[in-house]
């Protein structure tokens, strides 16, 4: 893609610039703090990386944080791995997340939607109730600080209950969506051993019941050191024997009381596959989480209580924690329990439009999907509240700039369009929307405040406008305090930080451009990752290689040049099997259950065999290379590999493909 200076497709008013809270923000800090006063954001951000304790103390300053006991300094040690944040520092998460109530209390703190697209609200007094009433129900039943509550929820207002509720007591939260199959969630809950866990007995999706009350009875059973089971009906069955009733459990109308917890005390445990093993439990903190995402939130997306914040997510994926935190800018936030296509594939602007939505968040795979089907979302819906529209989860497309630019222009609308890129990892963005800059085509408009990001070759030198490996050189808050059940560490340092030493390489190919915008190519490492949910190959593998005929499998995710996603699964069969219909449905049907609907392949393709390096891992980054078009000289190290006529299919199938 060329880094050419074009004409921007968008660039914000000057009443926008004035009015945006980042443009308020640099004044501020330039009369508080020393931020330069003029050069814009270029001149902040810079200002940002260089004074890295100062920018994060304004942060603070600016948005209020209270903490119930100081700090000494805002950076202890700037080590990575291992940075340490406002050491001696006390505060609450949950407490800053329901402050709106004291001032709006009968305003929507949430606007819950189905797929009947009806809004519900629930006010700032009725969510700081349950919060209080939950918080106390569950310090009854012996949960005390460090203690993991779990969630078997879709994205509905009881989730973000028991989510602030965990963390106004000092427990750590973890959730994942109901359309996981129960082994996918033991592999993570049982890794951090859960003392409660939140469950419905189904959801809906697509027009349709799914009825998960015997996978909710399987975790029962293979999580031994749970104490407690909150049951809350969806499909309106009772609750199972031993287990408690959300509605008791929230009737008390108890005021909330925050645990003051040190900076870096646990706040929730996220999960992202790596290529190998069981998913990273990676733990975030809760003061890091809480100045990162008031940082992410309020400056970089621009939002405060008059706006309403819509992202299309579910509770397995960080995004859900984000639009969460919305509630730190006193935001009502609009949590959406169905499908994105449904009843049709405008949904998604249906719900924007009902709710009102000022930031509406989405995939680049649904922005395509609508553009492919000829969805005319401004044309067809009142979107006039929408003033950003901010993709994730893959690179959105140059086409799809486009496309959502021109079809909202055609009906007057000036529409920034953020596309953003991070990572579950740090549950923030390492670059994306600033409402100051213009917007260019395919590229992201800039590194985040704080976050020192470069693209590098594999020396270890900084590129502009060549592809390079995207590091970060600083710490961010919001950095893992570590990995659970990793004591030593070796797990977390190994998956950032053994590339380059002391910096966190993430796995990404980006450009960074003369103008300081960031392009993103795609994963580096072999990671699937669809519709943003992210899922280690060896869970595909545990799942496809218990069927008898599959003797070995090799599963690859391709970012594709229209913003599509290819994900075949190669599979060697054992001697006398054949990839039939039959075996193929059984394949597609045991992933979906037993893992997750979003990972089913797009193609399941018989292979002689799969290649391994001598120490006998299966090679998927050059797989994938070669698929991507790489010649095999430049994919792989032929020393390297047990059968190098392996590879020499895959070479053929790119170019069959191509």
């Not at 497309?397 to 630019?405: Q, S, Y």
């Not at 990001?453 to 490996?469: N, S």
């Not at 808050?477 to 030493?501: A, E, L, V």
């Amino acid at each position: 893609m060329s880094t050419a200076n074009p004409q921007p497709l968008w660039r914000p008013d000057p009443q926008r610039i004035a009015q945006a809270r980042i443009t308020r923000f640099q004044s501020w800090a330039a009369e508080h703090h020393g931020a330069p006063a003029d050069g814009g954001y270029p001149a902040l951000h810079g200002w940002s990386v260089d004074h890295l304790d100062t920018f994060w103390k304004a942060v603070t300053d600016y948005f209020d944080v209270r903490f119930s006991t100081p700090y000494a300094r805002v950076l202890g040690d700037r080590a990575m791995p291992g940075a340490e944040w406002f050491p001696g520092a006390s505060l609450n998460y949950a407490e800053h997340a329901l402050r709106a109530a004291a001032t709006r209390a009968d305003e929507p703190a949430l606007l819950y939607v189905d797929e009947t697209h009806e809004p519900r609200p629930v006010t700032w007094a009725e969510l700081r109730r349950q919060v209080g009433s939950l918080a106390a129900g569950l310090r009854a039943l012996g949960v005390r600080p460090g203690d993991r509550v779990s969630g078997y929820l879709p994205n509905v207002p009881q989730a973000v209950a028991a989510l602030l509720a965990t963390a106004a007591v000092g427990a750590v939260w973890t959730s994942c969506a109901p359309d996981f199959g129960a082994r996918s969630v033991l592999d993570r809950f049982q890794q951090v051993e859960p003392v409660v866990l939140f469950t419905v007995d189904g959801y809906r999706y697509g027009g349709k019941e799914h009825d998960r009350r015997e996978v909710v009875a399987e975790l029962r059973r293979e999580l031994p050191t749970l104490r407690a089971v909150v049951h809350i009906p969806l499909l309106g069955t009772p609750a199972p024997e031993g287990a408690l009733d959300w509605s008791a459990l929230t009737a008390t109308g108890t005021e909330p009381e925050f645990e003051q917890v040190p900076f870096d005390h646990p706040l929730w445990v996220l999960y992202s596959s790596g290529t190998t093993g069981l998913p990273k439990a990676i733990v975030q903190s809760q003061g890091g989480i809480l100045v990162e995402h008031l940082k992410q939130l309020g400056l970089h997306c621009d939002l405060g209580p008059e706006d309403r914040f819509f992202w299309y997510t579910s509770t397995g994926w960080m995004m859900w924690n984000f639009l969460v935190s919305g509630l730190l800018t006193g935001t009502t936030i609009v949590l959406y329990d169905g499908s994105p296509g449904y009843p049709d594939t405008g949904a998604q602007w249906r719900v924007a439009e009902r709710t009102g939505a000022t930031l509406y968040g989405t995939s680049a795979a649904y922005v395509m999907a609508c553009r492919k089907a000829g969805v005319h979302p401004a044309r067809d819906h009142d979107l006039s509240r929408v003033k950003c529209v901010a993709t994730t989860g893959s690179p959105l497309p140059p086409d799809g700039f486009r496309w959502l630019h021109d079809e909202f222009a055609a009906r007057g609308a000036d529409l920034w369009i953020a596309s953003v890129s991070g990572g579950t990892d740090v549950c923030s963005c390492f670059a994306g929307a600033v409402p100051t800059l213009p917007v260019y085509t395919g590229e992201l408009q800039a590194p985040g405040l704080g976050t020192d990001l470069q693209a590098w070759d594999p020396a270890g030198r900084p590129v502009i406008d060549e592809v390079g490996e995207l590091v970060v050189t600083n710490p961010m808050p919001s950095m893992p305090i570590r990995f659970w059940n990793d004591p030593d560490g070796s797990r977390y340092h190994d998956s950032y930080f053994d590339t380059y030493p002391g910096v966190w390489r993430h796995g990404d190919w980006i450009t960074v451009t003369s103008r300081g915008s960031v392009i993103i190519h795609g994963r580096s490492d072999s990671t699937l990752n669809r519709q943003g949910v992210r899922m280690g190959s060896a869970d595909i593998y545990e799942v496809v290689e218990r069927l008898p005929e599959i003797k070995e499998s090799l599963v690859i995710g391709i970012e594709q040049p229209d913003g599509g996603y290819w994900m075949p699964l190669f599979v060697h069969l054992a001697p006398g099997a054949v990839l039939d219909e039959a075996l193929l449905g059984r394949i597609k049907q045991a992933i979906r259950e037993q893992l997750s609907p979003r990972h089913v392949p797009d193609e399941v393709i018989e292979v002689p065999g799969v290649p391994h390096t001598l120490t006998g891992k299966r090679i998927e980054v050059p797989v994938k290379r070669l698929l991507q078009g790489t010649p095999l000289e430049k994919a792989v190290n032929p020393g390297s590999i047990d059968n190098l006529d392996l590879l020499n299919y895959f070479e053929d199938l790119a170019r069959k493909r191509a």
